[in-house]
């Protein structure tokens, strides 16, 4: 009798444990935070939780797994993350996809609103318009013109639809009136060796990402797509400066977490995250590589993803790469 009574109490023990709701008080439990990341190795979303990854895990307790599943315009990654445990576990590292994929991409096999909650927007850096060494351009002007002369003669990497670099390559393409082949890429990254050889004349990314090749003088930096210079390259020109003010787009990433994660779990994940990215060794690590943080918390970033959508809505309908993909 007092072993069934053990055993009851036992089992009952397990059953508890295993159906115990996550607070903020029993979270992080004893297991790893896995960040989600939409993009390849060398991108924007890549380089800003390996860096937080450290401080994120030393405050935390528990190890801080960054995996990179790039396709699908980002929903690989968005997928991972709207079908996990809604435990604040799991996290996605993401960028202007999240705003405007729920419009390019209408059926990714999971709820953008339900499955996705905004969590913590993280940083912003300035993009660059950049060119081979072997493109004859010297700068947005020229560019255009040859694009001009020959429509689809000139060809531009772009990565997964709804990312900046995408976003850029159409804002180009439009407010040049030039018919460019796109080349698609999983980012920047992989890009980056067909830019340097010649393989692919131009790309928009981010200054993190493009700058170092720029300063070896692998690739030419046509401009910075803001209307200000960055004074991390004082000597490139803005697009404004270069005769195309429209072109203005800057790259910000920020994390999501699964749907139904409780709203304490959030708000403890959003000051851990605020707290990382308040440290010195953070904003250093990110300054050198043309990186500002821009920390939002869940209900400010969810007001900023919907005016982003708003904002590249009239962009997107005239992109012949969106229209074909449909």
Known sequence: MQRQFAAAVLIAGIVTAATTPVRADNW????PIRVEVISAA????????RVLSKYLADSIGQPVVIENRPGAGGNIAAGVVAKAEPDGHTLLMTGSNQSVNPTLLPNPGFDYDRDLVPLSMAAVAKMLLV?????????????????????????MAISPIGTPNHLGAEMLAQLGDVDLTFVPYNGIGPATPDLIAGRVDLAVGAMPSLLPQVQAKTLKALAVTSNERSPLAPDIPSSTEAGLPGLQIDAWVCFMATGGTPASVIERLDKEIAKALAHPEVRAAFAKQGVEVMHMGPDELGRFLKSEASRFGGLLKGSRVVNASR
């Open 28 to 31: 992080p439990q004893a297991k």
């Open 42 to 49: 060398g991108g924007l979303t890549d380089i800003v939780p």
């Open 131 to 155: 060119a081979s060494p072997s493109f004859p351009a010297k700068n947005i002007t020229d560019a255009i013109r040859i694009a001009k002369q020959k429509p689809r003669s000139v060809s």
